[in-house]
């Protein structure tokens, strides 16, 4: 009969540690969707960033362009 009641307390112990790590992912797994979403925008952020900066830099070879023309007239 001990036998049987230790068996019980493990089995209670080993749902219990069960139901904590299905908690524990549910909760790791939403804060990684979290960290993808502020990725995603980062991301975003930076493709934009960079398509600003390719433009600046075509807008100052023209400058540069112009400017070099009216040196040599």
Do not use: F, H, P
């Not at 009641?5 to 069960?18: Q, R, S, W, Y």
């Not at 925008?41 to 070099?68: R, V």
């Amino acid at each position: 009969m001990e036998r049987l009641k230790t068996l019980e307390e493990k089995i209670t112990l080993a749902v219990e540690k069960l139901k904590a790590l299905k908690e524990e992912k549910k909760s790791l797994e939403k804060r990684v969707s979290e960290l993808e979403a502020i990725i995603e925008s980062k991301d975003q952020q930076i493709e934009g960033i960079s398509s600003e900066k390719s433009l600046i830099k075509k807008q100052i070879e023209n400058l540069l362009n112009e400017i070099e023309s009216l040196e040599l007239k």
